[in-house]
């Protein structure tokens, strides 16, 4: 069956905040049997929203609407919905009965004069609230299907989970589920137009005759993207890899599944018993923020030295002050010594250390912004290498992070 999801506020079009619900609701619907044929952002604005609806009625099966359901006065997904399908907005004694439950497990009273969430429009249906006051909607005419859900994304994810898939599953047969698997050749250090141009320009078409193909760039590599019934995973995922394997590509792959870097390396790590650390100066901390968003990193990950200031490099990691002077901080010097600092400080198995220029100032004549040190340290290796990359100051610190995040991986599938 097919989705969309139209999201509404001001905010997100004024880039106050981030839109979090679409990116989720893309990787949780194919795994319920649904597929997310659009996601649409548009303003509190009465004419936006029944246009909205109008439109997406035409072109999908369900309609999952974000936002609008607050108590304050630009919250008025509630008042549009009831307007379009022509419904009075009305409240009863079991919609007050669930405000006054949803107020209660926060040990709150409900006060009706503070807003009007027990107005619902009639023949829709209240649907409970895990984490907050808003309760959520649901309609259904015709075969199609509309839910509204808060726009706070703890309370978007768990009414979906929680309630939106279950309703569905009681309204339509088990039929229009149909669950889209999907897997991942990842590769790094050739672009696209080389490895459907050069490399192996019958790649697509060889893997479409067994799957839906897509590719997909992302930092330092390209993500091909194969989707399929869930029912012929094992024989589509075999026949995947033995294409590749039996192409230029496979030395370019250093993932066939979903993993994202630093969950394979917390992975991997945790596998061999192999514990990590690093020695942080352009990242500032943000490789070791990578590591320790993964569950379980805590049995792999020892610690970090964000090491700033060149005081800092000589005081904790016993950076000779000598390199310092006669290479610079950007240095393979430099990096080789913070990265074996790192692993004598943190008594760990492989130390990864980073020092570079993330700009806009800060460059030399034969180092420009983008240059980075990567150094490695484990029991029998130490050493280093010096690598240059494009973009802004953001996005060089996760070009940064990354290199010595496949070093890392590359350490770990050697030891």
């Known amino acids: 069956m097919n989705c969309a ?3 509404i506020g001001d905010e997100l079009l004024a880039g106050r905040t981030r839109d979090l619900n679409g990116h989720w609701l893309s990787k949780y619907l194919p795994s ?6 659009q996601i649409k952002i548009i303003n509190d604005h009465e004419a936006e929203i029944k246009a909205s609806i109008v439109e997406l009625y035409e072109t999908v099966d369900i309609i999952i ?3 609008g359901l607050g108590p304050t006065k630009d919250d008025i997904t509630k008042n549009i919905l009831a307007k379009h399908f022509q419904k009075d907005l009305i409240f009863d004694d079991k919609s007050i009965e669930l405000i006054k439950s949803l107020y209660a497990k926060f040990d709150k009273e409900w006060t009706p004069s503070k807003n009007a969430y027990h107005y619902y429009p009639r023949d829709f249906e209240l649907l409970n609230n895990l984490n907050g ?7 259904t005419s015709k075969g199609k299907t509309i839910l509204s859900a808060p726009g706070v994304p703890r309370e978007f994810k768990s009414m979906v989970e929680n309630t939106f898939v279950p309703k569905l599953k009681e309204i339509y047969s088990d039929d229009s589920f149909q669950v889209t698997d999907l897997f991942s050749i990842r590769t790094r250090g050739v672009p696209e137009e080389i490895i459907f141009g050069e490399l192996c320009p019958t790649l697509w078409e060889d893997l479409s005759e067994i799957a839906k193909v897509s590719s997909l760039p992302n930092l330092l590599g390209i993500d091909i993207v194969l989707y399929f019934n869930q029912a012929d995973k094992d024989i589509t995922i075999s026949k995947a890899k033995a294409i590749i394997e039996s192409s230029a590509l496979k030395e370019h792959v250093w993932q066939y599944g979903n993993l994202e870097l630093e969950e394979l390396i917390v992975k991997e790590a945790t596998e061999k018993k192999l514990t990590i650390g690093f ?12 590591i320790t968003d993964i569950s379980g990193s805590s049995q792999i990950f020892y610690g970090s030295i964000v090491s700033y200031a060149n005081s ?9 002050a000598n390199t310092l002077e006669n290479f610079g901080a950007v240095s393979v010097e430099c990096a080789k010594e913070m990265a074996l600092g790192a692993r004598n400080a943190l008594e760990c198995d492989i130390a990864i250390s980073y020092t570079g220029i993330a700009g806009p100032g800060g460059a030399t004549p034969t180092k420009p912004v983008g240059t980075v040190g990567i150094g490695w340290a484990t029991k029998s290796e130490n050493s280093s290498t010096l690598l240059y990359h494009k973009g802004d100051r953001l996005g060089l610190k996760e070009r940064f992070s990354r290199s010595g995040l496949f070093k890392l991986l590359e350490l770990i599938r050697d030891h």
Do not use: F, M, Q
């Open 133 to 139: 006051y808003a309760p959520g909607l649901l309609y």
């Open 5 to 7: 999801l139209l999201i």
């Open 312 to 320: 800092v490099k000589t005081n904790l990691l016993k950076v000779n």
């Open 279 to 290: 020695a942080e100066s352009c990242t500032g901390g943000l490789t070791s923020s990578k």
């Open 65 to 67: 609407t974000s936002g």
């Open 32 to 37: 319920v049997g649904l597929k997310l044929k």
